[in-house]
């Protein structure tokens, strides 16, 4: 929360012109989101401008919802009916007043700040840290990724009094961003954890991101970092005394050496201290990633002076996996949100905001843990409560001593239980049907086990798809695109295999402008599903007109057939139907072509009913430059035909042609829509910008058994896998019935097990394959991942001479879709 200010105290701090009326309650929130504002009257709401983006266009919106405080550029001015009923604070850039406003809060601020930045980790990092430090600290993090220059000002709000150590992230996309972090955090302790090639764009060398970052240890007293990063190591060297610098290694010549020695899933840390003493870690991870990450952790626990027993306490909680909010089916239709390890204020309010977000269920229901290391406990569950009011908690379920306070300042139902154990054995009289339940609490409750017996059995093999990624790659086409353009998203095909329903909410969020489906049957599940946004179901038949006109789906027109039984269908009907036009351009599928036009224009002028949504066209073969000049022609065909429909119109259609490849390639004829598919989900089939997309899903199982064979025996049906020297291979819980192509058998097909390729070993059977694992340390129970990061969809497709787009729609619907934001 913020430190309590008046508009009166805040216009003199930002230097800001005050006009409209005043009021003397203190603000306390900072919001810049039209959504979920928890206390308006005492909230400020600061109007920032984005790319994409003007938070001025939701002034009215925000002070309909409450707020009477605005933060906003000086050229502003409020409509005549608001501006006398509310407060403006007028300043040159509201983003700058923002940024001092948060340097105010951090000069209030007693304990150390712990800065982390660099490539990759970051996130990590600092929960790891944040919960290592938590066992002797009261602890504020940034929540989740807020490390950008807005994101930076909003984890310094979530710093109060109470905390004794801050652990923030930064992030930068390109020059000149550092220093404006820099000034806000004013950071004791910095950590770097390397430097990659990740945004490469933004900056004109890999030097010149480095001093970049470096900017943010300008003021450090303290700066953490891993010696075997060369440049990184050379350059902090350079710019600063010697005594700031704490550098480790995996070998000799730093302050600290850190030595690894892997098992299967953990690891020993062997550390040796300046004073030379030694001491030994446990972690419960074995890949390098995780291993770099926590020993940037132990070194700067130990720099904050926790001791080492302490640390391996905290250690113990860590776990590599699950520290992102997921989203899995329940049993009874219901949803689970799982957040087991979460245990602050600001983790908890965005898991409440991402459980808001979620489709509309019967209830709301929340099982939580004691807070934990918080400090003045009376104050926190006082906020507690407001969050739960505010979210509109129908139900709530209490582990844990201090929770039970709460009793005292909700009204609504509740139960408390001492300890996990008692909640768990307490979940036989719960029934839950069609509900939505968070499942939120601190480590060492062991919340995992709840989250176990609330969810649906997961079968071996489940398909995690990343709604931050989604996002990001949603975002990434939306700079292809002007601002006006509107994006029609396909979720046809259960969302490319990535489930729909929870696709096209998300997307509801993101405010897409369009939905497209192929049939009537796909577009009522989504509207039974609580989907607004306008649908257009691509192949719609006679039988469904009646739920087509009930539930405002929208067909797709083409042929004259189909337009003239539509046409009869909703001549007596009281609304209109909205259409879409099929203009057959060359890709010879289904359409209007030139022939059909005359007849097709009079036929729309006589029936007026029928409303001309949109005209479009697809193309054949965008994605390949070498059919660049027919692919030209077909937008001019487009254009053409287009032009003649609508001089018979006294209204404006949309018009759309791009399919995703269309929108690399084309974008100049991105029109008034564009129909983004498959690049949303991840994949580039241009080849165009590969590198800006991120992979959205991951198709995991698990290894059922594991068999040591010797050269020459053969493996599975019509043993077509022969060993060729003596060796193992390994079954996994996965078969053409659940989507894993046969013709990924003999070595067509690999998997990753611990982040190595296993070549798939003779025919792919229905509900399992045997892969090659000689050589490699697998175990029963390891986890395999089929498609996802580090394993190409391309590629895979490529092996057995087919397209992305197959592998992604043929993963069965019994296999189970699980939903996180990382
Ligand atoms: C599927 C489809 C798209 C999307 O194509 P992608 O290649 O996945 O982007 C666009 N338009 C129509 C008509 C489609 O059927």
């Not at 919802?65 to 001015?77: H, M, N, P, Y």
């Not at 353009?485 to 095909?493: D, E, L, R, S, Y």
């Not at 010879?588 to 224009?601: P, Y």
């Amino acid at each position: 929360m913020m430190q309590r200010l008046t508009q009166e105290e805040l216009a003199s701090l930002l230097q800001a012109k005050i006009e409209g009326i005043q009021s003397s309650t203190p603000l306390t929130d900072v919001v810049i989101d039209s959504r979920n504002i928890l206390q308006p009257e005492q909230s400020l709401f600061v109007a920032l401008k984005g790319a994409k983006f003007d938070g001025h266009n939701f002034v009215r919106e925000v002070f309909d919802k409450g707020i009477r405080t605005f933060l906003v550029q000086e050229d502003f001015s409020p409509t005549a009916s608001i501006s006398k009923k509310a407060c403006f604070l007028k300043v040159n850039k509201p983003l700058q007043a923002l940024q001092k406003l948060a340097s105010h809060q951090r000069s209030l601020f007693k304990g150390p700040v712990v800065a982390i930045t660099g490539s990759n980790g970051k996130t990590i990092v600092k929960e790891w840290l944040g919960q290592v430090l938590s066992q002797k600290f009261s602890v504020a993090k940034s929540p989740k990724s807020y490390n950008s220059q807005v994101g930076v000002p909003l984890s310094i709000f979530g710093m109060d009094p109470m905390h004794q150590v801050a652990v923030l992230e930064a992030g930068i996309s390109t020059t000149n961003e550092m220093d404006a972090l820099e000034n806000m955090m004013k950071p004791n302790l910095g950590i770097f954890t390397n430097i990659g090639t990740a945004h490469e764009e933004g900056f004109v060398s890999k030097n010149q991101k480095l001093e970049e970052k470096a900017r943010l240890f300008q003021n450090c007293e303290y700066i953490i970092f891993r010696k075997e990063h060369a440049m990184i190591t050379e350059y902090l060297e350079k710019r600063f005394p010697k005594k700031k610098l704490i550098i480790w290694s995996d070998g000799v010549g730093a302050d600290y050496t850190l030595t690894v020695k892997k098992e299967l899933s953990k690891s020993k840390i062997l550390l040796m201290r300046p004073d030379l003493s030694l001491c030994t870690f446990m972690v419960p991870f074995s890949d390098e990633a995780s291993l770099e990450n926590i020993r940037h952790v132990i070194v700067a626990a130990l720099t904050l002076g926790l001791d080492t027993k302490t640390i391996q306490e905290g250690l113990n909680h860590l776990k590599a996996i699950d520290m992102r909010l997921t989203l899995k089916p329940g049993t009874n239709q219901s949803l689970i949100i799982d957040d087991t390890y979460n245990n602050d204020l600001a983790g908890l309010r965005l898991a409440l905001e991402f459980m808001n977000a979620q489709r509309p269920k019967k209830r709301k229901i929340l099982i939580i843990s004691d807070l934990l290391q918080v400090g003045n406990t009376d104050q926190v569950y006082e906020e507690v409560a407001l969050l739960l009011t505010f979210y509109k908690i129908d139900y709530l379920l209490g582990v844990g001593k201090d929770i039970s306070c709460l009793k005292e300042k909700l009204m609504i139902p509740m139960r408390f239980f001492q300890d996990t154990e008692h909640l768990l054995e307490s979940l036989h009289d719960e029934f839950f049907d069609n509900d939505i339940i968070l499942v939120t609490g601190a480590r060492k409750f062991g919340f995992e086990a709840v989250v176990n017996r609330l969810q649906q059995r997961i079968h071996g093999t489940s398909l995690e798809i990343n709604l931050n990624a989604l996002t990001h790659n949603y975002n990434f086409y939306k700079t292809k695109l002007d601002a006006k353009t509107k994006v029609m998203v396909m979720v046809k095909a259960f969302a490319y295999g990535g489930g729909a329903d929870e696709i096209a909410n998300h997307l509801q969020q993101l405010k897409a402008d369009y939905l497209a489906v192929a049939y009537t049957d796909e577009g009522l599940a989504l509207r039974s599903e609580g989907i607004r946004l306008p649908i257009m179901v691509l192949n719609p038949v006679q039988e469904s007109f009646p739920h087509l006109l009930q539930h405002d789906l929208e067909p797709v027109v083409y042929s004259l057939q189909f337009f003239k039984e539509l046409a009869i269908f909703c001549k007596g009907q009281d609304k209109r139907m909205k259409i879409h036009l099929d203009l057959d351009t060359g890709m010879h599928r289904l359409g209007f072509e030139e022939q059909d036009m005359s007849q097709l224009l009079s036929m729309v002028q006589e029936n007026p009913q029928l409303e001309i949504a949109s005209l479009y066209t697809h193309l054949a073969a965008a994605d390949e430059s070498r059919h660049e000049d027919f692919t030209r022609s077909q937008l001019q065909t487009f254009t053409d035909m287009c032009e003649r429909i609508m001089a018979k119109l006294n209204y404006r259609p949309l018009r759309h042609a791009l399919n995703s490849a269309g929108i690399a390639a084309y974008s100049e004829f991105q029109l008034d829509m564009v129909r983004l598919g498959i690049g949303l989900y991840g994949v580039e089939v241009t080849g165009l910008y590969d590198q800006h997309l991120r992979v959205i899903s991951t198709l995991k199982t698990t290894v059922s058994q594991v068999k040591k064979l010797k050269k020459g025996d053969s493996v599975g049906y019509s043993r077509k896998g022969i060993m060729e020297k003596d060796g193992q291979i390994a079954t996994i819980a996965i078969g053409y019935a659940d989507g894993y192509d046969r013709r990924f058998s003999n070595g067509k097909g690999f998997v990753l097990i611990h982040g190595k390729r296993a070549p798939v070993i003779g025919n792919v059977c229905m509900d399992m394959a045997m892969i090659d694992v000689t050589d490699m340390e697998v175990r029963e129970g390891d986890e395999v991942i089929i498609y996802g990061p580090g394993i190409s969809l391309k590629e895979l497709a490529e092996n057995i001479g087919t397209i992305p787009y197959e592998l992604l729609t043929n993963i069965s619907s019994r296999v189970k879709r699980v939903y996180y934001l990382d």
